[in-house]
């Protein structure tokens, strides 16, 4: 089944504590992103990733940290969560070629608390 | 830049009645629309697309067209079902692949 996983689902975590959440597809996307979703806001981009290695900031990437070492993972890093990264995070994947508008499929999104 | 306006929320209707949610966009180019759809606990689905003026997206009873003299995407169905609740999201893609999306409406379908 084509799909894109998300660990944890949930995470209570306090300030200042390192923690990754890990995203994994297995539809051999080039594309991949994060999103967060805030309350009032709808979803904005943290960061996102081309191609293995190739990442780049999206409209809010302060405080997150990413890497693509492989194709199908593209971890979201917070060196040292605070409490306004308490959000609901969503990791999507794409094909990609050209401006070809292929569909991006998401995660079941990771609720992060930080107190 | 690139952004998306939709219509507040939340909307409740009557199983059965008639849906608008309105879109409206701004961006450079042509961009692409789409919207997508998240239920509960769920994460987001896209629902349509449309890639170009006058295009019509269409799936499980939603259609919205492409109207670049209005820049609108607005999202229709006939005939609500229960079922249907969810959050629905408008988006647009311009240059690049990062979506650009609206804030959201919450439709609320009851019996």
């Known amino acids: 089944e084509a799909q894109v996983t998300q660990n944890p689902r949930y995470l209570i975590t306090v300030t200042g504590k390192k923690l990754t959440v890990t995203c994994s597809q297995n539809m051999n996307h080039e594309y991949m992103s994060w999103y967060r979703q805030d309350p009032g806001l709808g979803l904005r981009q943290i960061y996102y990733?081309?191609?293995?290695?190739?990442?780049d900031k999206g409209d809010v990437p302060e405080g997150y940290k990413v890497s693509r070492k492989e194709k199908r993972n593209f971890p979201l890093i917070l060196e040292s969560p605070s409490p306004n990264q308490t959000s609901l995070y969503f990791c999507?994947?794409?094909?990609?070629?050209?401006?070809?508008?292929?569909?991006?499929?998401f995660g079941p999104g990771t609720r992060l608390t930080v107190t | 830049g690139n952004s998306v306006t939709q219509m507040e929320g939340p909307v409740t209707l009557s199983e059965e009645a008639f849906l608008t949610i309105n879109c409206t966009y701004t961006?450079?180019?042509?961009?692409?629309l789409f919207w997508y759809v998240q239920y509960p606990g769920e994460g987001l689905q896209l629902l349509l697309k449309?890639?170009?003026?006058?295009d019509k997206g269409s799936n499980k009873g939603f259609e919205a067209t492409y109207r670049k003299e209005t820049t609108s995407f607005h999202l229709e169905k006939g005939s609500v079902q229960v079922s249907d609740s969810a959050v629905y999201f408008c988006?647009?893609?311009?240059?690049?692949?990062?979506?650009?999306f609206g804030k959201g409406t919450s439709l609320l379908v009851t019996p």
């Open positions: 988006a647009l893609r311009s240059s690049g692949y990062a979506l650009n």
């Open positions: 999507a994947s794409s094909y990609q070629a050209g401006t070809v508008p292929y569909e991006q499929y």
């Open positions: 990733s081309m191609n293995v290695e190739v990442t």
């Open positions: 961006a450079t180019g042509y961009p692409s």
């Open positions: 449309a890639t170009k003026a006058d």
